[in-house]
């Protein structure tokens, strides 16, 4: 089993940036498809950015592309999203999502992410 821990999140006026941390209770082997979600009050939870561990380019949403960055430390088992650029609709609650499988089959798909943690809120003002 797997249990991940948001930090990072926190209060920034448009145009600011935040990193967000998440880190693993366990060693992610090469196998592992990690990344972002976020979710707004009344609205579904979405992804953003997924990174695979054994490898490989990042995959990121339309919204945030050259905006955020996904990356990981393995040695760490933690993996981060610097946003940069924010906007107020980017604010919501963040959550990172963990697999074993590749990125690139449904990456998007909330239903097919085994492991989640509890969340962290980002709140970007205008």
């Known amino acids: 089993d797997v249990q991940l821990v948001e930090s990072g999140g926190g209060s920034v006026q448009a145009g600011g940036s935040l990193r967000l941390s998440c880190s693993a209770s366990?060693?992610?082997?090469?196998?592992?498809?990690m990344g972002w979600f976020h979710q707004a009050p009344g609205k579904e939870r979405e992804g953003l950015a997924l990174v695979y561990t054994g490898g490989g380019s990042a995959l990121y949403a339309d919204s945030v592309k050259g905006r955020f960055t996904i990356s990981q430390d393995n040695g760490k088992n933690t993996v981060y999203l610097q946003m940069n650029a924010l906007k107020p609709e980017d604010t919501a609650m963040y959550y990172c999502?963990?697999?074993?499988?590749?990125?690139?089959?449904?990456?998007?798909?909330?239903?097919?992410?085994?492991?989640w943690g509890q969340g962290t809120q980002v709140t970007v003002s205008s």
């Open positions: 999502a963990a697999r074993s499988a590749v990125c690139t089959w449904f990456p998007w798909s909330v239903a097919r992410y085994n492991y």
């Open positions: 366990r060693y992610i082997d090469a196998n592992f498809c």
